[in-house]
């Protein structure tokens, strides 16, 4: 867009409540003594939606970014008729992130990990020489892959060799793209294990995780999507979470909502969850403690490995820092719940059955937690539900489509050498 401007906007740390310029590739406040996140703190109070041809970018006013970025699809909201009958809800409003054109919304990945890409990869400086490097347990690196092999961003991706079959393209990509991974029996964890090992190499860069906030304000976009065209703020946010980082974005997008001062001034109550037995944060909020438990390596593997929704395996979430999971959960007088792989499928065979659209095994879980709290009698009919499914419509995005799958350069073992690994990433690019 010829008219695009980027937005101004400075960084507050949670923590401290400082506020700094955005030099860089800020990831926290240097002068903060304890873990925080960092916040963008936008000159714009008042969001004005684009038109839908800025795609991802209709929310820029809200966005730390410095460009747009081609092939982008924004977040759609619309308000559920046949699971909100089923359910006995009034006003069950459902945020689609994945592939489905006949509701508008076209996210090649199926993912709403392509909001964060489409965010973080606009962040960058189009002058940055060294190599980004993203972990992930697979949907972020397929949607960061795609972002970065259609605007031609230099990205190494590290994953779990037990998540590969995620990293499917309906097109060969761009050779800026390079993976590395763990080997079989390891998990997200150990993917990130080995991108911190690779960054010890003055050629790369972090993305930096829930710390970034293109990352964060990007997923946010769920929720202005939904606050925007339902006209008001919901009173319950439903989604899955691996790290949290969607409901901590949720959360600060709804201070956002609040300070525009057009969308009424209540909080979400967040209501997010795990996938068991992969349940680590279950267990911490379930203990009320801040910090998380302990969780035995070997068991942590063995229940990601248990798990459908392997994308939200993640051992060391943003829970307990300034501003995390925690944090958002308590101010918004939120829960965490949990679903097995059973209940999950049930619940993403009933979203397919009502709503004709296949769905993943995360927003399945989500799904899930809605129905057990209808089912208890613990959401009024009438009140204002947000349904965050995260992605879906691969069926639809896939069908008679020949699929390219991403391998990579090398496979390490999950107590990689580390000189091993530098010297080897360095020769990749």
């Not at 747009?68 to 359910?87: N, R």
């Not at 879980?365 to 709290?373: D, F, H, P, Q």
């Amino acid at each position: 867009m010829e008219n695009f401007k980027p937005t101004k906007y400075t960084l507050k740390c949670v923590a401290t409540g400082r506020e700094f310029d955005d030099s860089g590739w800020i990831l926290d406040d240097a002068e903060c003594k304890t873990p925080s996140l960092v916040r963008a703190q936008y000159e714009k109070k008042q969001l004005e939606v684009k038109p839908d041809s800025y795609g991802f970018y209709k929310f820029c006013d809200w966005l730390p970014v410095k460009r747009m970025l081609k092939g982008s699809s924004a977040p759609v909201t619309y308000k559920s008729e046949a699971l909100a009958k089923h359910l006995g809800l009034n006003n069950l409003w459902i945020t689609l992130n994945g592939y489905c054109p006949e509701k508008g919304v076209k996210m090649t990945t199926c993912s709403f990990k392509e909001t964060e890409a489409y965010s973080v990869c606009a962040r960058i400086d189009e002058k940055e020489a060294r190599v980004m490097v993203v972990a992930s347990a697979g949907n972020t690196a397929r949607a960061f892959a795609k972002v970065c092999s259609d605007n031609n961003i230099k990205l190494l991706l590290a994953v779990p060799s037990d998540n590969l079959n995620a990293l499917w393209f309906t097109e060969p990509l761009n050779d800026c793209v390079k993976l590395i991974a763990c080997e079989k029996g390891g998990d997200y964890f150990d993917a990130i294990n080995l991108s911190n090992i690779a960054l010890k190499s003055s050629k790369f860069y972090a993305e930096g995780g829930a710390k970034n906030i293109a990352r964060r304000d990007g997923m946010s976009t769920t929720v202005l999507s939904a606050v925007t065209t339902i006209g008001r703020i919901p009173d319950y946010y439903f989604q899955a979470v691996g790290s949290g980082t969607g409901a901590i974005a949720a959360w600060e997008a709804n201070q956002r909502l609040v300070e525009d001062g057009r969308f009424g001034s209540n909080l979400m109550k967040l209501i997010v969850s795990q996938n068991a037995p992969f349940v680590p944060m279950y267990d911490a909020w379930a203990a009320d403690s801040r910090e998380m438990l302990p969780y035995d390596t070997k068991k942590a593997r063995r229940d990601a490995e248990i798990i459908d929704a392997k994308v939200l395996s993640n051992r060391k979430p943003p829970y307990s820092l300034a501003g995390g999971l925690y944090d958002a959960l308590k101010a918004t007088n939120g829960n965490i719940m949990v679903a097995t792989n059973a209940q999950a499928r049930r619940a993403r065979k009933l979203f397919k059955e009502l709503e004709g659209i296949d769905i993943y095994s995360a927003p399945s879980v989500a799904l899930w937690s809605l129905i057990k709290m209808v089912e208890a009698g613990e959401i009024d009919k009438d009140a204002c539900v947000m349904l965050n499914i995260t992605g879906g419509g691969e069926e639809r995005a896939t069908k008679n489509k020949e699929l390219w799958y991403l391998k990579p350069s090398k496979v390490f073992s999950l107590t990689p050498d580390v000189d091993e690994v530098v010297s080897y990433v360095e020769t990749l690019f």
